[in-house]
């Protein structure tokens, strides 16, 4: 593959990645809530998450979703349940105080941030369906097994940077305390907002 061509797929990427949907909702409560180290492991979770849906597309997942197409509803109703589980959590949990964080000592663990972004990301199967476009156009066949490992790292950074960019944003002191004032209502606004992207990712 040539520069332009890797050069091309983060681009298409980072477009993806920054239009809004569960993991921006997800990055901008953690961040805003529990802090910029646990909205961190939230982004590596994305970024993992999305270089194993480049591989599920390399490996021609999205080509099995378009022969056995049930396969595909199956994974997305399940994704979206889990989806509308988290928005669950988060609306039941809204009425109670900001954690109080101290340095070293995030109220979520590093580790449960990853694997939180990891499901969540993982929740929703169309990104094998987006990657396996993509790729159809930018990676050729004949593509070395160098360059798919360059173009999932790529994917990988790509993601977890965009969020990490987010997180800093918004744990930042004067994001944290508006946060903080509203919590109850915005909780329950990114629990409805997360509720009904699950709905979409299952029945669309």
Do not use: C, Q
């Not at 593959?1 to 990055?27: N, Q, R, Y």
């Not at 050729?140 to 960019?165: C, G, H, Q, R």
Request: charged residues 10%.
């Amino acid at each position: 593959m040539t520069l332009a061509g890797f050069a091309t797929v983060a681009l298409i990427h980072l477009l993806a990645a920054m239009s809004p949907g569960p993991s921006f909702v997800l990055s901008v409560r953690s961040a805003a809530s529990e802090g910029f180290r646990v909205a961190v492991g939230l982004a590596i979770g994305f970024g993992l998450a999305a270089m194993l849906w480049a591989a599920a597309a390399l490996l021609g997942l999205s080509l099995l979703f378009e022969v056995v197409p049930a396969l595909f509803t199956a994974l997305k109703v399940v994704g979206g349940l889990f989806l509308i589980y988290i928005a669950y959590k988060m609306w039941r949990h809204a009425p109670e105080p900001m954690p109080v964080l101290t340095e070293g000592t995030p109220p979520r663990s590093t580790t449960r941030a990853i694997w939180l972004g990891l499901l969540a990301m993982l929740a929703n199967p169309k990104p094998a369906v987006f990657f396996g476009a993509v790729f159809v156009g930018v990676v050729p066949v004949e593509a070395s097994l160098t360059d798919k490992l360059v173009v999932l790292l790529n994917i990988f950074w790509v993601e977890a940077a965009w969020y990490m960019i987010v997180a800093r944003v918004f744990s930042l002191p004067r994001a944290r305390a508006g946060y903080g004032h509203f919590k109850s209502k915005l909780d329950r606004t990114f629990g409805g907002l997360i509720a009904l992207l699950g709905a979409k990712i299952a029945i669309t």
